[in-house]
């Protein structure tokens, strides 16, 4: 069973950024993230495969998120937050053999437990 670790959630006001992090020690091929808003339903955010190649990225995040990974750790960098973007943020993977696999994926494998973001205004 992967377990997935994330950190770098917090409080922060809108307009500031937050970098979350998430260390897969199976170092799956396709990772993302995930957010849950409360009251609402869990929607994807980003997805990049092992290559590097985003795969997926919200398109009203776009120009203010951006998914990376270095190895077997892929981050969610957030700029210019809004109190709109307060959720939980989950990292998930799944282990696909293509980018394409990666991006159509209609579940993932493996979760972590979610990191916190709250954006005040």
């Known amino acids: 069973q992967v377990k997935l670790v994330e950190s770098g959630g917090g409080s922060v006001q809108a307009g500031e950024s937050l970098k979350l992090s998430c260390v897969d020690p199976?170092?799956?091929?396709?990772m993302g993230w995930f957010r849950q808003a409360p009251g609402k339903e869990r929607e994807a955010v980003a997805r990049?495969?092992?290559?590097?190649?985003v795969v997926y990225l919200r398109d009203s995040l776009k120009g203010r998120f951006n998914i990376f990974r270095d190895k077997n750790t892929v981050y969610l960098q957030m700029n210019n937050l809004k109190p709109e973007d307060t959720g939980t943020y989950i990292c998930?993977?799944?282990?696909?053999?293509?980018?394409?696999?990666?991006?159509?994926?209609?579940?993932?494998?493996?979760w972590g437990q979610g990191t916190q973001v709250t954006v005040s205004p």
């Open positions: 998930a993977a799944i282990g696909v053999s293509s980018p394409t696999s990666c991006r159509v994926a209609i579940s993932m494998d493996y």
């Open positions: 990049i495969y092992t290559t590097g190649s």
């Open positions: 199976g170092n799956t091929r396709c």
